[in-house]
């Protein structure tokens, strides 16, 4: 009974403390920062992938993720990456947020889940929590806790899902070659190829 008990233990500590991919989407919300500016998932994920760090300032595994996290922020975005940290505070707490981001010098957009209902429906039960979404809300990465060289692990899985991504592009931008000689084709115009432009491998969707 009690091995039974030994391996249910290490079985869900497993599962709560390794990163996984999910089949899931993440629920669409619309969050307040600290400023008052309103963010909506949806909306960003229309530009990109998107990282979410659900967190608070009294985690202290919070407190050592959110350089980690700052430096994957200067590092993807301007390379089609939005990395949004949701702080778990609430009520009560807001007002510790702006003065713990000015004192670490945090610059990436932050939102406020006062209620937890964003984490809960995301299934963020440990700060901090960390998503990476793909454009289409699909949960392709998370990461539950922290721990020095994890951010490496979040890093792999925002190579890995700008691969592929990028060979979403080169597939589109290729059928909109072909599409572009047969039209030409049809018309008896020359062949002239559409240009394939060079930009990031992050893609929103209104690119494709």
Do not use: H
């Amino acid at each position: 009974m009690r091995s039974r008990l030994l391996l249910s233990s290490l079985a869900l500590l497993f599962l709560v403390a390794s990163p996984l991919l999910a089949e899931d989407k993440a629920p669409d919300f619309n969050l307040r920062t600290p400023e008052g500016k309103r963010l909506n998932l949806k909306s960003l994920l229309a530009e990109g992938p998107v990282l979410l760090d659900f967190w608070a300032t009294w985690c202290k595994p919070c407190v050592k993720a959110m350089p980690k996290i700052q430096k994957i922020y200067d590092t993807y975005k301007d390379r089609g990456l939005t990395v949004v940290g949701v702080n778990e505070d609430g009520p009560r707490g807001q007002s510790k947020v702006k003065p713990f981001l000015r004192a670490r010098k945090l610059t990436f957009p932050i939102v406020l889940d006062l209620d937890s209902g964003v984490a809960k429906r995301m299934g963020a039960t440990a700060y901090p929590t960390t998503l990476l979404l793909d454009t289409d809300g699909s949960v392709v990465y998370r990461q539950a806790g922290f721990i020095k060289g994890q951010e490496n692990d979040i890093i792999e899985a925002i190579e890995q899902d700008r691969e592929t991504l990028g060979n979403i592009r080169v597939a589109c931008r290729s059928q909109e070659m072909i599409l572009g000689l047969i039209e030409s084709e049809r018309q008896g115009g020359a062949r002239v190829p559409l240009p394939m432009a060079n930009r990031s491998l992050y893609v929103g969707k209104s690119d494709w």
